[in-house]
């Protein structure tokens, strides 16, 4: 009888490379609150901070998005282990992908995480973009003069139906349905980063945040 070892320098690789996925996500992740720094903060001036945000917001993808294809079949698409026994399960997002969830803990919450946002793809799309476009415009016709819109509701009008819409999906997805074939109408790669449920319940915390923050603003004299 025959064993045949690793050399241990592969072996310390195999174990250690699912580790990677992680930091490196946490990492690619954190590129989302410098965006909204940017938007909110201004750091540059108006003008240079809305370049670099955009920028930023379309650069993120290549990165992203490769980081998904590479590693969608070596972690929880929801909660982001590495650890459990996962299943395959395809989705539409623009193309089919191949995923994989923990099953049986992760696959239903997904699935009906997918159909929620698909279902109601209209108003989560109206509530997001719709007040982002708002904001960039009107601040900068207002830096250069060409508009003059209060800077503060302005946050309002881009913080309060963001973190509304957010809020409302981290909570409400669970009324979804487990369909089989499931289809999810925006950039997923994003989601990915640190697991799905993971992402939303980040976003639930600084939404909550921002909209205590824009309640406190309207009632405040």
Known sequence: M????????????RQQLPDKIHPQG????????????????????????????IL??????????????????????WCGRTSRPRVPS???SGETLIIELCN????????????????YRMFLRAGIFAPLIWYIVTMLLSYYGIFRFSS???????????????????????????????VFPFPIHNLFLIGARNTLLVFRYVGIWWLIASIHFLFTP
């Open 56 to 77: 930023i917001m379309f650069a993120h993808r290549f990165v992203a998005r490769p980081f998904l294809l590479r590693n969608k079949t070596r972690r929880c698409f």
């Open 2 to 13: 025959t064993f045949s070892m690793s050399p241990p320098s592969q072996l310390f690789r």
């Open 104 to 119: 049986p803990f992760c696959k239903e919450p997904a699935k009906r995480f997918f159909d929620f946002c698909c279902r």
């Open 26 to 53: 946490i990492l690619l992740f954190l590129f989302i609150p410098i965006v909204l720094f940017l938007f909110l903060q201004h750091p540059l001036g108006v003008p240079y901070s809305f370049l670099a945000a």
């Open 90 to 92: 395809e989705i539409n």
């Open 152 to 182: 503060e509701w302005n946050h309002f009008i881009f913080r309060f139906p963001i973190a509304l819409s957010v809020v409302t999906v981290s909570f409400a997805y669970r009324t979804g349905k487990p369909r089989k074939h499931a």
